[in-house]
Every structure is written in C-alpha cells, then in structure tokens.
C-alpha cells in the first residue's frame, strides 16, 4: 500500500481527499447514499485517471467511479475503498458543426449539456434532471423527454474514450473496438471509465412541456385512456403519469400526466395534447412553451437518514390493461409508494434488439415504484411494496438499471437477459477480467 500510495501522489494531479480532510463529508458521499471511503480521487484529466486506476488496481481496494452521483444503490461511493470523482472532467463542446457532433467530459451533468447546447440550438436525448451525470443515465439507457422522437440517450452517443482496467485509454466506436462500443451502449459501468463521450446531437427548438392533472378517483380510466392514446401519439409526443405521491395526500393525490411536445408549433402541439385533456375532468394544466433545456429540473438530495426505495419494470403492449389496473388499484390504497409510468416506444423500439446491450426495445411502458423515508418507515413499507410487485409479475418484465436501489442477482438478471449478460460477459473478460470495476450491476467475466 505505502509504495502504491507514494506512486500515486507522485503521478495524480488532481485532489486526493481522505477522511479527516475538510472536504471529505461531502467528498465521502453521494446525493443518495453516504460512504466512507479510504480515499477519494478528483482526477483533472485522463492521465490522472489512468494513476487513479492502477493504484487501485495495485491496492486491491474496491473501486468506484462517480459521475453524478445518483445512482440510487450508491454505486459511486464505498467504505473502505477508492473513489474515482470525474467531476472536473466536465467539458462540454461541439466539434464538429455539420454532424452536429458534442463531446463532453465522463463528469458533466446534463444541466451542464443543455446550457452549453443551447446557444447552438442543439440538444440530445437525456434524462429529466439537471444534476445527473452524463456517464451514468447513457451508460445504462436514457430515458426522457425527447425518448420517443430520438430514441434513449446511449442510441445518440458514436464514440466513447475509455480508461481500462489495465490502465489503458482506448477508443470505442462502430469502427474501434466495436464490442466494447455494444456494450457500453445499456452495459453500464462494468468495462472502464469513460472519460469522454461523443454524441450526435439534434436540432431543436422550443418545446411544450408541462402537466395535466385529474382527480384521484378518476385514475383508472384516466391511465387507461392515456395508454391507449400514447401508443399512436405523434413520436414528436413524450409522456408520463404520476400518482399516490404521499407528499400529496396518497390515495387522495392528483393524477398528474406530464407532457413534452418536441415542436414550437402551437396548433401541432395541441393537436397532440388535446385527447389526453379529453381523458377525464381537468383540474389543472400549466403546459407553455419553454425552452428545451428548462424541462430539466433541479436534483434533490435525500435528507440526513432518509433512504430511497425504488424499482422499476417494463410492460409489453398486451400487458398493458392488466398492469394498469393492478398499479390503480394500489394505488388507491393506503401505504402505496409513489407511482410513475413512463411511456416509451416509439424510436427506442425502431433499433434492433441486438444493435445495443440495453435489452428492452419491445417495452411500451416503464413502471417506477419509489418509497422514501427513515429506514424503520421504509422497511415498514417492504412487505405492501412485495406484493404490489408479485401482483404484478404476470404483467411486466426486466428492469431499467437507472431506476434500481439494490443490485442482486436477481436485479442483474432482470436488466440483462441471459443472452445479453453471456455476450456482456465475454467483453467483460476481454478488457476487465479481474473484475476491478464491480461496483455497478455487475457482470462477471465468467
């Protein structure tokens, strides 16, 4: 360890925070989840990152990377091990005009992707949140407001700079180690740090976004009738409905379906939002055109001691009415945990099954289920949140990586089909076969 560590401060020039340092209770934790690392490693470039790895490597300490640091199971923070910070790799750029390709750095957050876009009249599909990092939402999917007209946020990225766990900086491509492009495209955090994407973005411009509310009572048919709806919609149309939020009365809260319309047209845009007005009685509607990058909206962080149970699965057309049904049903019930389904489809369902490792095309809805609280108040809750889900089996399948607290074997299993982790793990073996980088839904390179 001694001589590793002496390697290191020799060869890191970025910050080496450890515990007893003024900046080590926030540089110790995530937003979600606290940890106590050994060390943290804040790298300014990649030849810091590349020093970061191999003193992991050399140390044999468990290993996690940050990016944003939401990752609800708390990937990117450990006790007792390294973390790797890429928030100073934060650069965000076009380069290329006419392709309309961006690069950005592993640690940006897509806040910082859209400000920086925007003077450009450019954006890429991201997620909904300004705090999150870039390297986690693609690294796994990408699901947001832009989804069903551009497809997840991993279908727009082209090449990826990527720090092995030998240490080493290679560049993935359709042309450049083409297996690891695949698998980093839906396979996570499992085969290097990335510490530069590349996307091709789109041209875009004002769009509608905002939310439609109904009364609680009338959930059923509502999430009904907007299912229905969604799945003709004009691509150009991402939504999602939200219920039983327990901050706003439970059983008694609003029925809310959030609506982004990809288009600064007002008759197009009303033309596409109009049937879900018609879904039942409006009890508000604050949908305006807005500025692209202001549909993002500000991350929360959990308060001290409150913990963040979620989890998520996906709904084939056929299973639509059943799981609907069951999640109204719950959610009219008291002790439901905050429900949300998002719609999906569309050009995410466009790209072949095999062209990525992010394995749920065929899915036209995706359920998240969120229970939030002390730890006694969400164990409490453990045993309703069980049997919502075991009522909904017959009805959904999978699991997005990016709405997951836990990664079990079951967790990892339900996100990668046995197809896809036998493909993952063969790339696994090839570039990380002593499994360095573990602290993710893991694939092992058996």
Known sequence: MSTALETLRRDFGGDIIEPGGARYASAGRTVLVPGSPAFVLRPKNVADVRAGVRFASATGQLLSVRGGGHSFPGFGTNDGGVVIDLGHLAHVEVIDDVRHLVRTGGGATWGQVADALAPHGLAISSGDTRGVGVGGLTLSGGIGWKVRKYG?????????????????????????????????????????????????????????????????????????????????????????????????????????????????????????????????????????????????????????????????????????????????????????????VRSVGA???????????????RA?????TTTAGPEPVVEAARPALEALWHRLAPHVGGAYANFLASATDDDVAAVYPAAVRERLAAVKRRYDPGNLFSSNHNIRPR
């Open 152 to 340: 997840l946020t991993l279908d727009s990225m082209v090449a990826a700079e990527v720090v092995t766990a030998a240490g080493e900086v290679v560049r993935a491509s359709a042309a450049e180690h083409p297996d690891l492009f695949w698998a980093l495209r839906g396979g996570g955090g499992n085969f290097g740090i990335v510490t530069a994407f590349e996307f091709a973005a789109h041209p875009t411009t004002d769009v509608f976004h905002g939310r439609i509310t109904f009364p609680a009572a009338e959930a059923a048919g509502v999430l009904q009738g907007w299912a229905e709806y969604v799945r003709t919609a004009p691509d150009a149309l991402t939504s999602t409905a939200d219920f039983a939020n327990p901050f706003a009365g439970g059983p008694e809260a609003p029925v809310q379906i959030h609506v982004a319309f990809d288009g600064d047209d007002p008759r197009a845009a009303a033309r596409a939002v109009d049937p879900i007005r018609r879904l039942g009685t409006v009890t508000g509607d604050d949908i305006a055109l807005k500025p692209c990058a202001d549909t993002l909206v500000d991350a929360v962080a959990a308060p001290p001691g409150v913990r963040l149970l979620t989890r998520s699965g996906f709904v084939t057309e056929e299973a639509v009415p059943g799981a609907l049904r069951v999640l109204a049903e719950a959610g009219a019930a008291q002790g439901s945990p905050f429900i949300a």
């Open 347 to 361: 050009a995410v369902s466009r790209v072949a099954d095999d062209a990525t490792a992010y394995a749920h095309r």
């Open 364 to 368: 036209e809805l995706m359920i998240v």
